[in-house]
């Protein structure tokens, strides 16, 4: 389970409040107006923003002391998640233990199908369009080992049909390895296809 | 965190420069237990040459600074002029040209029975105030002009474009545009140009007439070559140290100056000019290439009167073997210790621990301030007795321009590494990558910044004379101590032909530089 207990955050003079419990293995969107604190949970939960008080607690055991490198989270930005200067491929390659390179490219391939960027794998990023770098770093998040996924709009830049693929490709990755995923939309489809519980932020 | 492994190779590195320094420095202090001759800085001597140092700093900064503006305007706006990119390449150069190879050019073009002395009029001397600037011009002038240029190609096409609609004219362009994209880099420059000739040794040395242009940095080497009066050189060595420290804090509390950019940015908005200001930037810019051009071109007679015997072609090729091993290896230790020390500086600004930051930076280019005639001279004497340094002296030849360089090297990949950290530090710790991957990841980024800091430490390295005086080996001769003896005995031809075959090698360096950028 994934605990968010009387966690704080100061953002300057916002003040911050988060108290929730998260099954292990659960999908859950989290939506509310902007401004409300949703990437700051995320980027609390993964490291990046101290909270002033209470803990996350992840399977009984606080994380919310550790560093980035050691939470058992990854995490999908808003932006910037791509390493401008080397290829698509070897971008999503980072992050995950490959036992051989061509299991490698076999895993990365077969996602990028799914999520129809196969014939993306060797260009820079640089010539991709934004839909189809935010499906680059959502294939690689997923596919990596940490049990805890934290996805910040994922789907933003997608057209509907591209969207409902990518969606239900996150679905079926997440309960097929037993993730727990926090996902930040504003859209209610996406509630509707992924959530077994939404967070409505106020 | 910030006690990381990583970190603490970082750290030692900066240890390690700082106590040669201050074996330097100890070993002077220590030498026969003299302090420093405070009752020095009372004498009218002490006056005028701290005076004359700071005089000609000045000098040379506001004349390269302030010449170098209007020729960087005319290189961006007029971007069809012949050979620019040529021009760019001769800059980079100019600037780290070896002295000697300059002072050679010099004296043949304006010296006594230069060629174009019988111009200049009777009252016409190289050797004093104004042979200093010029030389001082020559070197830095170049500089200015490619940080000042790749400051102006940063400004973005649509500032052109919104000045156009809105119709500003040439005075508000100017100050709403062009001052502010210059502003910061025009006293940056500035102050570095201020302390590279305050600290010139070379040129002063050379060009310099007697003691009313003598500066800090040439009194010491006086006073420890001709008088070994340590007291002296002690006092001097110490306001040196102060002065170029003032200097150096003031310059370090902004950012490193963008020179070795690429041209890049494909300008096609730029405002039109009319024919009067294209003339007048053609005249402007074409008189810069002739000013570069003619103290090179000038070595040619003495080339074509060389007498080209075997023996003079074999020295020469030793000398070119022995610089070229002896810079590589001093540029390649200055690079691997030049990332080293970033690591903790990185992550100090990873940690917003701003103090940590400017210290550690502090003591990394602590090698900027500290005269390279004191260092050598204080670790000459502290070894002397406990070692052979007929022997062993080319290990402190690399030591010590390993000191000198560091500075340059520092400040040229410190912005690529802060920027890839800028851009990429959440994202790497986000994938929770090792330090060799993170390492394999970073190198793609911040190769063409190493290669071309790499080579511009190499020229700088191989450039080198006042290190090589001290501690060189008259068996294992480089190229620039060849021309100094050749020009010391009067063989100004053969002088002429081994400055020419160091030029080439530059030369070739300097275009591998420029194409490293253009893959940048």
Same mark, same amino acid.
């Not at chain 1, 290829?87 to 490219?105: P, R």
């Not at chain 2, 096609?268 to 009067?276: A, E, G, K, R």
């Given at each position: 389970?994934?605990?968010?207990?009387?966690?704080?955050?100061?953002?300057?003079?916002?003040?911050? %409040?988060?108290?929730?419990?998260?099954?292990?293995?659960?999908?859950?969107?989290?939506?509310?107006?902007?401004?409300?604190?949703?990437?700051?949970?995320?980027?609390?939960?993964?490291?990046?923003?101290?909270?002033?008080?209470?803990?996350?607690?992840?399977?009984?055991?606080?994380? %919310?002391?550790?560093?980035?490198?050691?939470?058992?989270?990854?995490?999908?930005?808003?932006?910037?998640?791509?390493?401008?200067?080397?290829?698509?491929?070897?971008?999503?390659?980072?992050?995950?233990?490959?036992?051989?390179?061509?299991?490698?490219?076999?895993?990365?391939?077969?996602?990028?199908?799914?999520?129809?960027?196969?014939?993306?794998?060797?260009?820079?990023?640089?010539?991709?369009?934004?839909?189809?770098?935010?499906?680059?770093?959502?294939?690689?998040?997923?596919?990596?080992?940490?049990?805890?996924?934290?996805?910040?709009?994922?789907?933003?830049?997608?057209?509907?049909?591209?969207? %409902?693929?990518?969606?239900?490709?996150?679905?079926?990755?997440?309960?097929?390895?037993?993730?727990?995923?926090?996902?930040?939309?504003?859209?209610?489809?996406?509630?509707?296809?992924?959530?077994?519980?939404?967070?409505?932020?106020? | 965190?910030?006690?990381?492994?990583?970190?603490?190779?970082?750290?030692?590195?900066?240890?390690?420069?700082?106590?040669?320094?201050?074996?330097?420095?100890?070993?002077?202090?220590?030498?026969?237990?003299?302090?420093?001759?405070?009752?020095?800085?009372?004498?009218?001597?002490?006056?005028?040459?701290?005076?004359?140092?700071?005089?000609?700093?000045?000098?040379?900064?506001?004349?390269?600074?302030?010449?170098?503006?209007? =020729?960087?305007?005319?290189?961006?706006?007029?971007?069809?002029?012949?050979?620019?990119?040529?021009?760019?390449?001769?800059?980079?150069?100019?600037?780290?040209?070896?002295?000697?190879?300059? =002072?050679?050019?010099?004296?043949?073009?304006?010296?006594?029975?230069?060629?174009?002395?019988?111009?200049?009029?009777?009252?016409?001397?190289?050797?004093?105030?104004?042979?200093?600037?010029?030389?001082?011009?020559?070197?830095?002038?170049?500089? @200015?002009?490619?940080?000042?240029?790749?400051?102006?190609?940063?400004i973005p096409d649509t500032s052109w474009i919104l000045a156009r609609q809105?119709?500003?004219?040439?005075?508000?362009?100017?100050?709403?545009?062009?001052?502010?994209?210059?502003?910061?880099?025009?006293?940056?420059?500035?102050?570095?140009?201020?302390?590279?000739?305050?600290?010139?040794?070379?040129?002063?040395?050379?060009?310099?007439?007697?003691?009313?242009?003598?500066?800090?940095?040439?009194?010491?080497?006086?006073?420890?070559?001709?008088?070994?009066?340590?007291?002296?050189?002690?006092?001097?060595?110490?306001?040196?140290?102060?002065?170029?420290?003032?200097?150096?804090?003031?310059?370090?509390?902004?950012?490193?100056?963008?020179?070795?950019?690429?041209?890049?940015n494909k300008k096609n908005s730029l405002p039109q000019?009319?024919?009067?200001?294209?003339?007048?930037?053609?005249?402007?810019?074409?008189?810069?290439?002739?000013?570069?051009?003619?103290?090179?071109?000038?070595?040619?007679?003495?080339?074509?009167?060389?007498?080209?015997?075997?023996?003079?072609?074999?020295?020469?090729?030793?000398?070119?073997?022995?610089?070229?091993?002896?810079?590589?290896?001093?540029?390649?230790?200055?690079?691997?210790?030049?990332?080293?020390?970033?690591?903790?500086?990185?992550?100090?600004?990873?940690?917003?621990?701003?103090?940590?930051?400017?210290?550690?930076?502090?003591?990394?280019?602590?090698?900027?301030?500290?005269?390279?005639?004191?260092?050598?001279?204080?670790?000459?004497?502290?070894?002397?007795?406990?070692?052979?340094?007929?022997?062993?002296?080319?290990?402190?030849?690399?030591?010590?321009?390993?000191?000198?360089?560091?500075?340059?090297?520092?400040?040229?990949?410190?912005?690529?590494?802060?920027?890839?950290?800028?851009?990429?530090?959440?994202?790497?710790?986000?994938?929770?990558?090792?330090?060799?991957?993170?390492?394999?990841?970073?190198?793609?980024? =911040?190769?063409?910044?190493?290669?071309?800091?790499?080579?511009?430490?190499?020229?700088?390295?191989?450039?080198?004379?006042? =290190?090589?005086?001290?501690?060189?080996?008259?068996?294992?001769?480089?190229?620039?101590?060849?021309?100094?003896?050749?020009?010391?005995?009067?063989?100004?031809?053969?002088?002429?032909?081994?400055?020419?075959?160091?030029?080439?090698?530059?030369?070739?360096?300097?275009?591998?530089?420029?194409? @490293?950028?253009?893959?940048?």
């Amino acid at each position: 389970m994934l605990d968010i207990n009387q966690l704080k955050i100061n953002l300057g003079q916002q003040k911050l %409040s988060y108290h929730q419990q998260i099954n292990s293995g659960d999908i859950v969107t989290l939506q509310g107006v902007s401004g409300v604190g949703k990437s700051s949970l995320l980027l609390c939960i993964a490291g990046f923003i101290k909270a002033s008080e209470g803990s996350i607690t992840w399977q009984d055991i606080d994380i %919310s002391k550790l560093a980035v490198e050691k939470r058992p989270v990854a995490m999908l930005f808003q932006e910037n998640n791509l390493f401008e200067h080397i290829n698509v491929f070897k971008n999503a390659c980072l992050g995950i233990n490959f036992t051989d390179s061509a299991s490698a490219t076999r895993t990365i391939t077969e996602a990028a199908e799914k999520l129809q960027i196969a014939d993306q794998l060797t260009k820079m990023p640089t010539q991709l369009s934004g839909g189809q770098r935010q499906r680059v770093g959502l294939l690689r998040t997923l596919l990596r080992p940490e049990p805890i996924i934290l996805l910040d709009e994922p789907f933003a830049e997608l057209d509907s049909y591209t969207r %409902s693929i990518a969606a239900n490709w996150v679905a079926s990755i997440a309960k097929s390895e037993n993730k727990t995923l926090l996902l930040v939309t504003h859209q209610v489809e996406d509630v509707e296809t992924l959530a077994d519980h939404n967070w409505l932020m106020t | 965190m910030f006690l990381k492994f990583s970190n603490i190779s970082g750290l030692i590195c900066i240890f390690c420069i700082s106590v040669v320094t201050l074996m330097a420095f100890y070993g002077l202090i220590a030498f026969n237990q003299q302090g420093a001759d405070l009752a020095l800085l009372q004498d009218s001597y002490f006056h005028s040459i701290l005076l004359f140092s700071i005089k000609q700093a000045l000098l040379s900064a506001i004349l390269s600074t302030v010449f170098a503006w209007p =020729i960087a305007r005319a290189l961006y706006y007029c971007p069809k002029l012949y050979f620019k990119k040529s021009f760019l390449s001769l800059s980079l150069l100019c600037f780290v040209l070896p002295t000697l190879v300059l =002072i050679t050019g010099f004296v043949s073009l304006l010296g006594r029975s230069g060629i174009i002395s019988p111009f200049l009029g009777e009252d016409w001397n190289l050797y004093g105030m104004q042979g200093i600037l010029l030389a001082h011009v020559y070197m830095n002038l170049p500089f @200015a002009v490619r940080a000042f240029h790749n400051q102006l190609q940063n400004i973005p096409d649509t500032s052109w474009i919104l000045a156009r609609q809105m119709k500003l004219n040439r005075w508000q362009k100017l100050c709403v545009i062009e001052w502010p994209a210059l502003r910061s880099t025009i006293s940056l420059v500035f102050g570095f140009i201020t302390i590279l000739c305050f600290n010139s040794f070379a040129v002063v040395l050379s060009l310099g007439g007697g003691p009313q242009s003598t500066t800090l940095e040439v009194a010491i080497y006086q006073a420890l070559k001709y008088d070994f009066n340590i007291a002296e050189a002690l006092t001097l060595a110490w306001t040196q140290f102060f002065i170029a420290g003032v200097f150096f804090v003031l310059l370090y509390r902004s950012n490193s100056v963008a020179w070795l950019a690429k041209d890049s940015n494909k300008k096609n908005s730029l405002p039109q000019i009319s024919n009067t200001n294209k003339a007048f930037f053609t005249l402007l810019y074409s008189g810069a290439f002739c000013f570069m051009l003619l103290p090179l071109l000038a070595l040619v007679p003495g080339l074509i009167a060389t007498s080209y015997s075997l023996k003079l072609l074999a020295n020469v090729f030793e000398a070119l073997i022995m610089t070229l091993v002896l810079g590589s290896l001093v540029a390649s230790i200055a690079m691997l210790i030049a990332y080293c020390i970033m690591l903790p500086i990185r992550s100090s600004l990873e940690f917003k621990k701003p103090h940590i930051k400017n210290t550690l930076q502090w003591f990394a280019n602590h090698t900027l301030i500290a005269p390279a005639m004191v260092l050598s001279v204080g670790l000459y004497i502290l070894f002397l007795p406990i070692m052979d340094l007929d022997a062993l002296g080319m290990i402190f030849v690399v030591v010590l321009n390993v000191l000198m360089v560091l500075p340059f090297a520092i400040q040229q990949i410190r912005s690529r590494l802060i920027q890839f950290d800028h851009d990429y530090l959440v994202l790497s710790k986000s994938l929770k990558l090792s330090f060799w991957k993170n390492l394999s990841i970073e190198w793609p980024y =911040i190769k063409p910044a190493i290669l071309s800091t790499f080579s511009l430490v190499l020229l700088i390295a191989m450039g080198d004379v006042a =290190i090589f005086s001290i501690f060189g080996n008259d068996n294992l001769k480089t190229l620039p101590w060849l021309i100094y003896q050749y020009a010391g005995s009067y063989r100004i031809n053969e002088a002429s032909f081994a400055s020419a075959v160091l030029l080439g090698i530059y030369f070739i360096v300097l275009i591998k530089i420029e194409r @490293a950028q253009s893959h940048a």
